[in-house]
């Protein structure tokens, strides 16, 4: 299966986000493909009004499933009434999607008011409960907007997700997890966490380069990218990064 996974698109009305934003999605929408899912791993709307959710539902109206999750610029209830056609509530927005075979557990690792993340205590039972339910021979993805490792960038490093051990422990526990998905980081990057890859989604609205690239701290002049996730029938997995131009 193929998965395109975009993040941190940051919605705000103005007509860059837009632009960048769909110069990405009309890139999705004109691929021959098919592609099995596409993920949007937070931050799409700035300031997490309603008009901003408005513009990113129209946007995402893609030929493919869409799944997303909030990241710490979303607000949950408009989010919730904008993206997910539900009633407003500040409750945490996590969910579990099956889609081409897969199982996605969508969590919500946002703390209201801040900028970095963690998973509640309530999360981590419903997401170690998830994974219980779903233990066959599906492969899993768990997803979320905050990673919960050091990426040697010092900008998003401080804001990244805490609690990253009390996460490991419930991974451990669920073979079936083939790799974990984040976004908040607006890089591309990889690593392993709790003996999974961890891939993290570049930004459509910026790119946080490394300090020794010697550009900005943020760069708004890169061009956004997809990543494109393909799982194996033997659940490995491969990502492809691509610059949209």
């Known amino acids: 299966m193929t998965i395109a996974h975009i993040s941190d698109p940051h919605l705000d009305g103005g007509p860059r986000a837009t632009e ?17 899912a596409v993920l949007v791993s937070g931050d799409i709307a700035d ?15 893609l030929p493919y499933p869409v799944l997303t999750l909030p990241g710490n610029h979303d607000r949950r209830a408009e989010f919730r009434k904008g993206l997910l056609d539900e009633a407003a509530s500040d409750e945490e927005i996590n969910r579990v999607v099956r889609v081409g075979g897969a199982v996605f557990v969508l969590c919500d690792s946002t703390i ?41 960038l010092p900008y998003v490093d401080r804001i990244r997700q805490s609690g990253e051990e009390r996460l490991a422990a419930v991974l451990e526990k669920h073979p079936q997890v083939v790799a974990v998905l984040c976004g908040h980081s607006h890089t591309a990057a990889a690593t392993t966490f709790a003996g999974r890859p961890l891939v993290v989604g570049p930004g459509i609205a910026s790119t ?9 701290e943020v760069d708004f002049d890169l061009p956004p990218l997809i990543a494109f996730h393909i799982l194996d029938d033997d659940h490995r997995l491969v990502t492809h990064y691509r610059a949209i131009v």
């Open 208 to 216: 946080v380069p490394l300090p020794l690239e010697g550009r900005p």
């Open 112 to 152: 209201p008011g801040q900028d970095d993340g963690v998973l509640t205590d309530r999360t981590l039972a419903w997401l170690d409960a998830t994974l219980a339910e779903h233990s066959g021979d599906a492969p899993v993805f768990v997803c979320f907007h905050h990673p919960p490792v050091v990426l040697h």
């Open 47 to 61: 300031h997490g009004a309603a008009d901003e959710y408005d513009e990113a539902a129209a946007l995402l109206k």
């Open 20 to 36: 960048r934003a769909a110069r990405v999605t009309d890139f999705l929408r004109s691929m021959p493909g098919p592609v099995d």
